[in-house]
């Protein structure tokens, strides 16, 4: 029995800082407790924990779907197989989608942004989503300012997580950048330099 009502509300979670899958989670974890259908797609992703662990205990609930290549995926390593993963889980976003209260779509921006599906795509299904009241989140980095501003003005909601002090530190000289994200990056996501510090992994995020 759901507690509450989805009104169609698009929610978008972007920047640099931590924060917009982990968002996502929470989100998630709250619909659950509405009592209300998940559908959970991750592009450029091959597993989280916690998406996995809430599928292992709402499985009536939640549907976790991940599309990922074992790599960081950056604009100046992109194959074909990426377009064809991206095709892939947009083609069950357009089946499944209707069947749900709430759809999040982890790094949907950040794949939007590296041109693996179109705009417009991701337009519609906002578009359908708010007519049939479903709940959307989006997240992902966005590095295209003119995009950023258009996500903003389809979302309900837009936060753009900003670091400003992170245990983990990796700074991009040609870039000028520094990502506090606690996976391990070696490779500038912007431009696709290495980065000159890799801070130690130590202790458990959660």
Same mark, same amino acid.
């Given at each position: 029995? $759901?507690?509450?009502?989805?009104?169609? &509300?698009?929610?978008?979670? !972007?920047?640099?800082?931590? @924060? $917009?899958?982990?968002?996502?989670?929470?989100?998630?974890?709250?619909? &659950? !407790?509405?009592?209300?259908?998940?559908?959970?797609?991750?592009?450029?992703?091959?597993?989280?924990?916690?998406?996995?662990? &809430?599928?292992?205990?709402? #499985? %009536?609930?939640?549907?976790?779907?991940?599309?990922? *290549?074992?790599?960081?995926?950056?604009?100046?390593?992109?194959?074909?197989?990426?377009?064809?993963?991206?095709?892939?889980?947009?083609?069950?976003?357009?089946?499944?989608?209707? *069947?749900?209260?709430?759809?999040?779509?982890?790094?949907?921006? =950040?794949?939007?942004?590296?041109?693996?599906? $179109?705009?417009?795509?991701?337009?519609?299904?906002?578009?359908?989503? $708010?007519?049939?009241?479903?709940?959307?989140?989006?997240? @992902? /980095?966005?590095? !295209? /300012?003119?995009?950023?501003?258009?996500?903003?003005?389809?979302?309900?909601?837009?936060?753009? =997580?900003? #670091? /400003?002090?992170?245990?983990?530190?990796?700074? +991009?000289? !040609?870039?000028? /950048?520094?990502?506090?994200?606690?996976? %391990?990056?070696?490779? +500038?996501?912007?431009?696709?330099?290495?980065?000159?510090?890799?801070? *130690?992994?130590?202790?458990?995020?959660?």
């Amino acid at each position: 029995m $759901k507690t509450h009502q989805p009104t169609g &509300l698009t929610l978008a979670f !972007s920047g640099d800082g931590k @924060g $917009k899958t982990t968002s996502s989670i929470g989100l998630t974890v709250r619909a &659950l !407790s509405y009592g209300w259908k998940v559908l959970v797609i991750q592009l450029l992703k091959t597993e989280c924990k916690a998406f996995e662990m &809430l599928q292992n205990t709402f #499985p %009536d609930q939640l549907e976790l779907l991940q599309f990922g *290549a074992q790599k960081i995926t950056l604009p100046n390593n992109l194959v074909k197989k990426d377009y064809e993963l991206a095709e892939d889980a947009w083609r069950d976003i357009e089946n499944m989608y209707y *069947a749900y209260d709430m759809v999040v779509l982890d790094e949907s921006l =950040c794949a939007l942004n590296l041109g693996l599906y $179109k705009e417009k795509r991701l337009v519609r299904l906002i578009e359908q989503c $708010k007519q049939k009241k479903i709940n959307l989140v989006l997240t @992902g /980095r966005l590095w !295209s /300012r003119d995009l950023l501003h258009r996500i903003v003005s389809y979302s309900s909601l837009f936060t753009e =997580c900003k #670091p /400003r002090k992170h245990y983990f530190t990796r700074h +991009c000289k !040609s870039c000028q /950048r520094e990502f506090p994200d606690n996976y %391990d990056y070696r490779l +500038c996501p912007y431009c696709g330099k290495t980065l000159d510090s890799v801070g *130690a992994n130590f202790g458990i995020e959660l």
